[in-house]
């Protein structure tokens, strides 16, 4: 099975143009402000800003997929990758969650990196330091088999990049028993927190500690299947992420 080129935009039933849907920017670079993806609480962390949206998708591995079934209210955990503005989504095509994504008219995807906890001199004033950005589209079943194909590659290389070229071709049996979605940024907004406590002027004078502990999610050390076949061992594209600060 040849492998597939990572140029994905024009397929599926949203026309992108240079990486972004068009009518969907309220001015170059940024997304538009509406009661759907407007931040109401602390605006001023708040970023509409097309590349901080994709800077942060980009560093985050597991998105929480939102959307209504019956009437109430479902969140998944889902592995993405990200063309332009177009997020994809897989999963087994008989999935429920694949099912329901391809059924709804909307949905809302979000991604949060947290950066450190926030210790101030009240419990009301801690907090914590994060990068966040929740998007908002249409989700659509990618039906081609060349285009699923490119996507099911995107997903990897977004969470294992390199290692799509060193694995064996997919079978056509596994595309086929695999379902994939793709979600348009139609609107999006990012929320940036960072920095040290923020308390009340009177409770600088309490004397207990404040400040920030970081927290980071960092790729470990590689553990070995054991039925390794002899003399085989990992690879620049496995160790090169080993260590790797997300």
Known sequence: M????????????????SGRIQGELDMPGEFAVSKTNKVRQL??????DEETVHTILDAGIVAHVAFVQD??????????????????????RKARVIRLLEQTHRA???VTLLDGIVYA???????????????????ALVEGHDEK?????????HTMPGRWDEVRDSFEKEVKMTGVIELPIESASAKISAGLPDDEDEDYDIPIW???????TTVGKKIDDDRLL?????????LTMQDRTL
């Open 121 to 139: 001199r009240s419990v009301f004033n801690s907090s914590m330091n994060y990068r966040s950005v929740t998007v908002f589209g249409a989700p």
């Open 2 to 17: 040849p492998k597939m080129s990572l140029m994905l935009s024009g397929f599926g039933r949203n026309t992108v143009c």
């Open 71 to 92: 009437g109430d209210p479902v969140v998944v955990p889902m592995i993405y990758g990200r063309d332009g503005n177009t997020i994809y989504l897989h999963g087994a």
């Open 149 to 157: 194909l490119a996507a099911m590659r995107l997903i990897s290389e």
């Open 108 to 110: 809302a995807m979000n």
């Open 210 to 216: 404040a400040g920030v502990l970081p927290v980071t």
């Open 43 to 48: 605006k001023d962390k708040a970023s509409y």
């Open 230 to 238: 002899p003399g085989v061992e990992a690879s620049d594209v496995v």
